[in-house]
């Protein structure tokens, strides 16, 4: 791991913690949408964890009956502990140890699937499209950007047709006279 993306994800990790102590589910969106930047520019996938992990975290808890279940204060809680732990390993930079705790709060997003079925797989599933939507704004390929979340392309350009993403920078080409001068530039090679 990068050590700006372990030092970015240590700040937004600590972030994250407060506003899901807080239910501060503007904030949650806010931090999820933070994460794409990097992985972006580096193209990793901690940082791909982390947004869809931040998301789901603030669609989950923002369903009222999410929050009724009985089990939601030990899902919050287990969820809070595992990111703490997360901090402070990646501090320690103990990778092996701050995977573990990431796995922990997805294990615990999976275990809302047996009380809420469709609907929890349902927002890791919409987390995943929606920050490869992200990450694709950013001018990663779609092939890439579906590789490194585990989406097929298909998937992600349906959600991307769906948006205003391919108008916001229309891709605009060089006519091939102006592409050969370029790469002659490039090369050093006259006419």
Same mark, same amino acid.
Do not use: C, R
């Given at each position: 791991m990068e050590d700006v993306v372990r030092q970015d994800i240590i700040s937004l990790l600590k972030r994250v913690y407060? !506003?899901? =102590?807080? @239910?501060? *589910? #503007?904030q949650l969106k806010i931090l999820s949408n933070y994460t794409?930047?990097? !992985? /972006? &520019?580096f193209q990793d996938p901690d940082s791909i964890k982390i947004a869809i992990i931040i998301y789901s975290i603030g669609k989950i808890t923002h369903n009222q009956k999410v929050q009724e279940? @009985? /089990?939601? =204060?030990? #899902?919050k809680e287990s969820c809070l502990k595992a990111i703490k732990n997360a901090i402070k390993f990646l501090e320690e930079k103990n990778f092996e140890a701050y995977e573990r705790e990431i796995k922990i709060i *997805? @294990?615990? &997003?999976g275990n809302l699937e047996a009380k809420f079925g469709a609907y929890i797989t349902e927002? *890791?599933?919409?987390a995943k499209i929606k920050k490869g939507g992200k990450i694709y704004e950013h001018g990663i390929s779609a092939g890439r950007v579906a590789e490194l979340l /585990? &989406?097929?392309?298909w998937e992600l350009m349906? #959600?991307?047709?769906?948006? @205003?993403?391919?108008d916001i920078n229309p891709v605009i080409t060089k006519n091939v006279k102006e592409r050969i001068k370029f790469a002659r530039k490039i090369f050093g090679v006259k006419k």
């Open positions: 407060n !506003a899901f =102590e807080k @239910k501060d *589910l #503007f794409i930047h990097n !992985a /972006g &520019i279940y @009985k /089990g939601w =204060e030990a #899902f *997805l @294990k615990n &997003i927002v *890791l599933n919409q /585990g &989406i097929s392309p349906t #959600f991307v047709g769906h948006t @205003k993403i391919m």
